[in-house]
């Protein structure tokens, strides 16, 4: 039977451990693997972070739903928002171009993309929304 | 909300330069804590302290923005004759490390000691040697 969860954060880089917390113990309960769940708890703080910095911004009144879904295959995550458009599924600036830049940003949506096994990108009547998938090994 | 901190120590030079300096970093690094870890390192530099062991043995988590910090300090502290390393990572931080190719960029050691052990006046990187621009198609 698949379990389903739900949690509504302020639009604050100060959730994101209450965040990975979550997501730890869904991924327990999905029967990941201890890697698996650390990636995905990874992959999620990324998409949340996201939200916040590039979507919510300087509005710490928003919110950000995360929203997961426990089934015999993994786990699967939503991470909706009301802020500024920003996909993370458009093409990022190449690692190594990034690297040899010495770029201090441009490492987030590289991790994200390897890190689960799948990621899509709505936007829709205002509403953002990335999901994120991570597959039992 | 993630606890992070950072504590300080010295270790003695191998060579008759200056002190290595130790920051070894406690908790979880995310892109809430950075600002945290981005001020201990900016106040080495300020104090003109160029040889740094960042020591991850009790670091739980990172997240992109700590990777952000890392990578802001490595070549400004290679300009003032000394460099940024990194010891004792956890496996689960090794892992995003390693993702990212972070280990093409710092010299990685298992323990600060061993880190403080390789700043020989002979052996500082040079000050600018970033990777070579991958071939263009």
């Known amino acids: 039977m698949p379990r389903a969860y739900t949690l509504r954060i302020a639009g604050q880089t100060s959730e994101l451990a209450r965040v990975r917390q979550h997501v730890k113990t869904w991924a327990e309960e999905a029967g990941l693997s201890a890697r698996a769940a650390r990636q995905i708890q990874t992959a999620v703080d990324e998409a949340v972070a996201n939200a916040i910095e590039h979507g919510i911004r300087d509005r710490p009144a928003e919110t950000v739903v995360i929203q997961a879904r426990a089934g015999r295959n993994g786990l699967s995550v939503t991470v909706r928002h009301r802020g500024d458009r920003f996909d993370p599924t458009e093409p990022p600036v190449p690692l190594a171009e990034v690297r040899r830049q010495r770029a201090v940003h441009g490492y987030g949506l590289h991790l994200l993309r390897a890190l689960v096994d799948e990621m899509g990108y709505t936007h829709s009547s205002g509403t953002n929304e990335v999901r994120l998938v991570k597959r039992k090994a | ?137």
């Open chain 2, 1 to 137: 909300m993630a606890s992070f901190s950072v504590s300080f120590r010295d270790l003695p030079p191998p060579d008759d330069g200056p002190a290595v300096h130790v920051l070894d970093l406690h908790g979880e690094l995310d892109a809430h804590t950075a600002p945290e870890f981005e001020n201990a390192l900016q106040a080495c530099v300020d104090q003109g302290k160029t040889r740094l062991v960042v020591a991850g043995e009790a670091l739980r988590y990172v997240s992109s923005a700590g990777l952000g910090v890392f990578m802001a300090f490595l070549e400004p502290v290679r300009q003032g004759g000394g460099d940024l390393k990194v010891a004792a990572l956890t496996e689960e931080v090794h892992e995003v490390f390693d993702l990212l190719g972070f280990p093409l960029l710092f010299d990685l050691a298992p323990t600060a000691e061993a880190a403080a052990a390789r700043f020989t006046e002979a052996d500082a990187p040079e000050a600018d040697t970033p990777e070579p621009a991958p071939p263009t198609a």
